[in-house]
């Protein structure tokens, strides 16, 4: 994709989030891998207002080299891209109900919401949460550093989810799918339910590997 189609795909689809309420104000972020470093939304902005021509470019050590000044969690994006090697994009929201799960005592830290749905599984898999932080504070980009070996996905405790994938599509269909489900596991909470069994789970990662 040519550079003037990135900068399109990443506003068209920060705009589609923002119009269904999953960005609000001025929160989240989304970079995206170039040839010549990363895209990232500019910080203060919103995603629903987005202005191609102003998109931060970060070189491929994270200097800013033009557009608007980026996002303050640029440092969180780079630390998940230097352990995902195979990573092109990541988003990440304030979406409600991600956000509500990720401020309740009795989760299991190791892997926040059980796998109520195949395309859970297949898009998110496990969701660790990682331990509250300021926003844009360097020790957040650290601990999120930490984990992004071993996930493609974590969730910041009371504040959000972020997710990285191959391209900008599936990292925000991934993003959706986390959404949904916390929204689900929130509608369960009073409820008995049967999330998918462990064989289950193992099948559907057979089937499509990440
Ligand atoms: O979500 C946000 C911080 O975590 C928004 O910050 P920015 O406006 O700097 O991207
Ligand atoms: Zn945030």
Same mark, same amino acid.
Request: charged fraction near 20%; proline fraction near 6%.
């Given at each position: 994709?040519? /550079?003037?189609?990135?900068?399109? /795909? @990443?506003?068209?689809?920060?705009?589609?989030?923002?119009?269904?309420?999953?960005?609000?104000?001025?929160?989240?972020?989304?970079?995206?891998?170039?040839?010549?470093?990363?895209? #990232?939304?500019? *910080?203060?902005?919103?995603?629903?207002?987005?202005?191609?021509?102003?998109?931060?470019?970060? /070189?491929?050590?994270?200097?800013?080299?033009?557009? +608007?000044?980026?996002?303050?969690?640029?440092?969180?994006? #780079?630390? #998940?891209?230097?352990?995902?090697?195979?990573?092109?994009? @990541?988003?990440?929201?304030?979406?409600?109900?991600?956000?509500?799960?990720?401020?309740?005592?009795? @989760?299991?830290?190791?892997?926040?919401?059980?796998?109520?749905?195949?395309?859970?599984? #297949?898009?998110?898999?496990?969701?660790?949460?990682?331990?509250?932080?300021?926003?844009?504070?360097?020790?957040?980009?650290?601990?999120?550093?930490?984990?992004?070996?071993?996930?493609?996905?974590?969730?910041?405790?009371?504040?959000?989810?972020?997710?990285?994938?191959?391209?900008?599509? +599936?990292?925000?269909?991934? *993003?959706?799918?986390?959404?949904?489900?916390?929204?689900?596991?929130?509608?369960?909470?009073?409820?008995?339910?049967?999330?998918?069994?462990?064989?289950?789970?193992? /099948?559907?990662?057979?089937?499509?590997?990440?």
């Amino acid at each position: 994709m040519s /550079d003037a189609k990135i900068r399109e /795909d @990443i506003v068209r689809r920060a705009a589609s989030l923002y119009n269904r309420g999953l960005s609000f104000g001025s929160s989240g972020n989304i970079s995206v891998r170039v040839d010549d470093g990363w895209l #990232m939304t500019p *910080t203060g902005s919103s995603m629903g207002d987005l202005d191609p021509a102003r998109l931060s470019l970060l /070189d491929p050590e994270g200097r800013h080299i033009s557009g +608007d000044a980026p996002t303050k969690e640029a440092f969180l994006h #780079m630390a #998940m891209y230097a352990k995902r090697s195979g990573a092109s994009a @990541i988003v990440h929201l304030h979406s409600t109900h991600s956000v509500a799960v990720s401020c309740l005592k009795c @989760i299991d830290q190791k892997d926040v919401l059980p796998p109520l749905t195949a395309y859970y599984v #297949m898009r998110v898999g496990k969701l660790p949460l990682v331990p509250y932080f300021a926003p844009g504070d360097l020790e957040l980009a650290k601990a999120v550093g930490e984990m992004a070996s071993d996930h493609h996905a974590v969730l910041l405790a009371n504040h959000g989810p972020v997710v990285s994938a191959r391209s900008l599509s +599936d990292a925000v269909y991934a *993003t959706e799918e986390l959404e949904e489900t916390a929204k689900l596991f929130l509608a369960l909470q009073a409820m008995e339910t049967r999330p998918l069994t462990a064989d289950q789970v193992a /099948d559907l990662q057979r089937r499509f590997p990440s």
